[in-house]
């Protein structure tokens, strides 16, 4: 009887981890074919941007450290905004108290005027995770108006640490990036918890990328994320930049530096 009760156990776990096992690999297998068949707003051979501008001689988020980068060939600007309620008003800003710049508070809509669509951007949404869902749909429908006047949806990511409010932007059809953090010291147990939860919210609709510091995108991050796009900031050394650009996932590049001209273009 003891024999009985204990194949009977060994045979149900037996079963029990084989579903697993199927259960993931057809997640994995659904979310790659998702991956590799929709179309990521930015699939460009020149995947290094620049981060708030370059800021060698001016402050970062300052038109002047954007027309820098510009003028310096980057494709894409990272830039932090905020959301300010009270005004109806996206600030660009890394801080609050929002930082000034020439003494005066940096409108998103400023630099839309003075760039237009020149240029790519990516929008680091400081205070997106701070937002109730009224409050969010309120800086959507902002971002709206702004795509209606510059066409931002074919040029404009959004990021987020916030996957239930990226959520709208998402489904409004904006690009948007979930601000991804996992701690080196974690347990094997809690890295492949916190990969499948946000790989599960990407295959739900979510968001459209994966963005993190690029000290966290690990071999085993990269495998366990496979095709989802990958968007990795800051990096200031250059034969990084380049192990990096050979990388199909990684589809953005942040850096400090002056290495626009490097690319995959030529490779």
Sequence with gaps: MKKSIKAITFLFITIL??????????????IDNKATTAHFFYNNCKKIWSHRGYTQNTDQNSIEAM?????????GLEIDVFFDKDHNEFIVSHDYPYNLKNGEILKL????????????????FKNLSQMSKTEALEALEGLTKLDKAYQLKTRT???SKNTRNLSFFTQSNFPTSYWFTHSPDASVFRFWIDTY????????????AIS??????????????????????TV?????????????SVKIILTDEQFFDINKCSL
């Design 212 to 233: 993190m510091d690029y000290r966290q995108y690990s071999t085993r991050l990269k495998n366990a994320l496979g095709e989802i796009p990958i968007l990795l900031w």
């Design 157 to 159: 990511l959004l990021e």
């Design 109 to 124: 809509e400023t630099v839309l005027q003075k760039f237009g669509n020149s240029i790519y951007y990516w929008l680091d």
């Design 236 to 248: 200031n050394d250059s034969p990084l930049l380049s192990t990096y650009l050979n990388d199909r």
């Design 197 to 208: 939860k946000a790989k599960i919210k990407y295959l739900y609709g979510d968001f459209s």
């Design 17 to 30: 981890v084989l579903s697993l096992v199927i259960a993931i690999l057809s997640i994995d297998h659904v």
């Design 67 to 75: 027309q820098a980068a510009i003028d310096l060939s980057a494709p």
